[in-house]
Protein backbone atom coordinates (compact mmCIF):
# COMPACT_ATOMS: atom_id res chain seq x y z
CA UNK A 1 0.00 0.00 0.00
CA UNK A 2 3.19 2.50 0.88
CA UNK A 3 4.20 1.59 -2.29
CA UNK A 4 1.43 2.30 -4.57
CA UNK A 5 0.91 5.76 -2.29
CA UNK A 6 4.29 7.00 -3.67
CA UNK A 7 3.58 6.04 -6.96
CA UNK A 8 0.51 7.82 -7.04
CA UNK A 9 1.93 10.72 -5.22
CA UNK A 10 4.58 10.98 -7.77
CA UNK A 11 2.51 10.73 -10.94
CA UNK A 12 0.26 13.65 -9.16
CA UNK A 13 3.39 15.51 -9.03
CA UNK A 14 4.84 15.04 -12.24
CA UNK A 15 1.04 16.01 -13.79
CA UNK A 16 1.04 19.16 -11.74
CA UNK A 17 4.49 20.32 -11.46
CA UNK A 18 5.78 19.94 -15.32
CA UNK A 19 2.87 19.75 -17.76
CA UNK A 20 4.71 21.83 -20.11
CA UNK A 21 7.83 19.10 -19.85
CA UNK A 22 5.22 16.65 -20.30
CA UNK A 23 3.63 18.75 -23.45
CA UNK A 24 7.36 19.27 -24.63
CA UNK A 25 8.60 15.61 -24.47
CA UNK A 26 5.22 14.62 -26.53
CA UNK A 27 5.57 17.41 -29.33
CA UNK A 28 9.34 16.35 -29.49
CA UNK A 29 8.37 12.71 -30.14
CA UNK A 30 5.40 14.29 -32.46
CA UNK A 31 7.95 15.91 -34.67
CA UNK A 32 10.62 13.30 -34.65
CA UNK A 33 8.34 10.90 -35.89
CA UNK A 34 7.11 13.35 -38.79
CA UNK A 35 9.89 14.00 -39.71
CA UNK A 36 10.83 9.85 -39.79
CA UNK A 37 7.90 9.09 -41.81
CA UNK A 38 8.51 12.16 -43.72
CA UNK A 39 11.71 10.70 -44.45
CA UNK A 40 10.67 7.19 -45.34
CA UNK A 41 7.98 8.91 -48.21
CA UNK A 42 10.62 11.05 -49.80
CA UNK A 43 12.99 7.43 -49.74
CA UNK A 44 10.24 5.79 -51.12
CA UNK A 45 9.44 8.64 -53.99
CA UNK A 46 13.49 8.12 -54.76
CA UNK A 47 13.34 4.41 -54.85
CA UNK A 48 10.09 4.75 -56.87
CA UNK A 49 12.04 7.30 -59.38
CA UNK A 50 15.04 5.00 -59.46
CA UNK A 51 12.95 1.86 -60.70
CA UNK A 52 11.15 3.79 -63.38
CA UNK A 53 14.81 4.73 -64.42
CA UNK A 54 16.30 1.17 -64.29
CA UNK A 55 13.47 -0.97 -66.16
CA UNK A 56 11.17 1.47 -67.63
CA UNK A 57 13.38 2.23 -70.78
CA UNK A 58 14.28 -1.21 -71.17
CA UNK A 59 11.03 -3.12 -70.63
CA UNK A 60 8.29 -0.67 -71.44
CA UNK A 61 5.84 -3.34 -70.75
CA UNK A 62 7.16 -6.45 -72.69
CA UNK A 63 4.21 -9.26 -72.95
CA UNK A 64 6.88 -11.97 -71.43
CA UNK A 65 7.58 -10.02 -68.43
CA UNK A 66 6.81 -7.54 -66.13
CA UNK A 67 9.61 -5.21 -64.59
CA UNK A 68 9.37 -7.01 -60.91
CA UNK A 69 11.09 -9.89 -62.68
CA UNK A 70 12.88 -8.70 -65.58
CA UNK A 71 16.59 -9.49 -66.47
CA UNK A 72 18.50 -7.61 -68.70
CA UNK A 73 21.07 -8.68 -71.23
CA UNK A 74 24.16 -8.15 -68.40
CA UNK A 75 22.21 -10.20 -65.71
CA UNK A 76 21.06 -7.53 -63.61
CA UNK A 77 17.08 -8.36 -62.05
CA UNK A 78 14.20 -6.79 -60.73
CA UNK A 79 12.76 -3.35 -60.35
CA UNK A 80 16.19 -2.29 -59.59
CA UNK A 81 18.00 -3.90 -61.46
CA UNK A 82 20.39 -5.62 -59.15
CA UNK A 83 23.41 -7.68 -60.33
CA UNK A 84 23.37 -11.44 -58.72
CA UNK A 85 26.63 -10.66 -57.59
CA UNK A 86 25.74 -8.05 -55.34
CA UNK A 87 22.68 -9.58 -54.28
CA UNK A 88 24.96 -12.14 -52.56
CA UNK A 89 27.30 -9.85 -51.52
CA UNK A 90 24.54 -8.18 -49.49
CA UNK A 91 23.51 -11.41 -47.61
CA UNK A 92 21.22 -12.80 -50.52
CA UNK A 93 21.34 -16.70 -49.99
CA UNK A 94 17.80 -17.60 -51.58
CA UNK A 95 17.16 -18.23 -55.40
CA UNK A 96 16.98 -15.27 -57.90
CA UNK A 97 13.66 -16.74 -58.94
CA UNK A 98 12.52 -16.04 -55.43
CA UNK A 99 14.21 -12.86 -55.86
CA UNK A 100 12.42 -12.31 -59.25
CA UNK A 101 9.13 -12.79 -57.85
CA UNK A 102 8.65 -11.03 -54.59
CA UNK A 103 8.84 -7.18 -54.43
CA UNK A 104 9.22 -7.35 -50.81
CA UNK A 105 12.48 -8.92 -51.20
CA UNK A 106 13.17 -6.58 -53.73
CA UNK A 107 12.57 -3.60 -51.55
CA UNK A 108 14.72 -5.09 -48.62
CA UNK A 109 17.50 -5.80 -51.00
CA UNK A 110 17.50 -2.09 -52.28
CA UNK A 111 17.70 -0.43 -49.13
CA UNK A 112 20.50 -2.67 -47.82
CA UNK A 113 22.41 -1.36 -51.12
CA UNK A 114 21.57 2.20 -50.31
CA UNK A 115 22.80 1.61 -46.65
CA UNK A 116 26.06 -0.19 -48.05
CA UNK A 117 26.99 2.59 -50.66
CA UNK A 118 26.34 5.20 -47.95
CA UNK A 119 29.19 3.20 -45.88
CA UNK A 120 31.13 3.15 -49.24
CA UNK A 121 31.20 6.43 -49.65
CA UNK A 122 32.33 7.26 -46.12
CA UNK A 123 34.92 4.74 -46.67
CA UNK A 124 36.38 5.28 -50.36
CA UNK A 125 35.72 9.15 -50.46
CA UNK A 126 36.34 10.65 -47.57
CA UNK A 127 35.06 14.05 -47.27
CA UNK A 128 32.19 13.24 -49.26
CA UNK A 129 29.69 15.91 -47.04
CA UNK A 130 32.10 18.81 -48.01
CA UNK A 131 31.32 18.20 -51.83
CA UNK A 132 27.17 18.42 -50.41
CA UNK A 133 25.98 21.43 -52.74
CA UNK A 134 28.86 22.59 -54.68
CA UNK A 135 29.09 22.02 -58.13
CA UNK A 136 31.72 19.58 -59.59
CA UNK A 137 32.08 19.48 -63.40
CA UNK A 138 28.70 21.30 -63.82
CA UNK A 139 26.36 18.75 -61.36
CA UNK A 140 25.67 20.44 -57.88
CA UNK A 141 25.94 17.47 -55.50
CA UNK A 142 23.69 15.98 -53.14
CA UNK A 143 23.74 12.73 -51.06
CA UNK A 144 20.56 11.33 -53.10
CA UNK A 145 22.48 12.04 -56.49
CA UNK A 146 25.13 10.37 -54.96
CA UNK A 147 23.61 7.13 -53.82
CA UNK A 148 21.98 6.93 -57.25
CA UNK A 149 25.41 7.44 -58.95
CA UNK A 150 26.87 5.13 -56.85
CA UNK A 151 24.14 2.50 -57.69
CA UNK A 152 24.43 3.57 -61.73
CA UNK A 153 28.15 2.58 -61.58
CA UNK A 154 29.74 1.61 -58.09
CA UNK A 155 31.63 3.28 -55.56
CA UNK A 156 34.66 3.16 -58.29
CA UNK A 157 32.39 4.61 -61.40
CA UNK A 158 31.75 7.75 -58.34
CA UNK A 159 35.43 7.82 -57.52
CA UNK A 160 36.43 8.42 -61.19
CA UNK A 161 33.84 11.09 -62.01
CA UNK A 162 34.94 12.94 -58.75
CA UNK A 163 38.37 12.64 -58.85
CA UNK A 164 39.15 12.84 -62.80
CA UNK A 165 35.87 13.93 -64.32
CA UNK A 166 35.24 10.35 -66.02
CA UNK A 167 31.56 9.52 -67.29
CA UNK A 168 30.49 6.10 -66.89
CA UNK A 169 27.48 5.75 -69.34
CA UNK A 170 25.11 2.49 -70.54
CA UNK A 171 23.26 2.27 -73.43
CA UNK A 172 21.00 5.27 -72.40
CA UNK A 173 22.33 6.73 -69.02
CA UNK A 174 25.64 8.32 -67.41
CA UNK A 175 26.40 8.67 -64.52
CA UNK A 176 26.07 12.65 -64.66
CA UNK A 177 22.39 11.84 -65.27
CA UNK A 178 21.78 10.29 -62.34
CA UNK A 179 23.40 12.35 -60.17
CA UNK A 180 21.27 15.20 -61.93
CA UNK A 181 18.12 13.40 -61.92
CA UNK A 182 18.01 12.13 -58.45
CA UNK A 183 20.08 15.27 -56.81
CA UNK A 184 16.98 16.31 -55.12
CA UNK A 185 15.48 13.90 -52.92
CA UNK A 186 16.67 14.82 -49.10
CA UNK A 187 15.54 12.25 -47.18
CA UNK A 188 18.40 12.43 -44.65
CA UNK A 189 20.32 9.86 -45.24
CA UNK A 190 17.68 7.54 -43.09
CA UNK A 191 17.96 4.10 -45.03
Not at 91 to 120: A, M, P, R
Amino acid sequence: MKTLMIILYLFISIKIFAPTSCEQISDRILQKTSLTMLSNIILNEFLYALQLQETWDEFIFPEKETPLSCVNEIGAMGLWQIMPKTLRGLGYKGSFDKFLHSESLQQEYIKKLLKTNKKYLDVYISGWRDLIDTEIHGITITPSGLLAACHFAGIGGLKKFLDKGYVAKDRNASITHYLKKFGGYNFGLTI
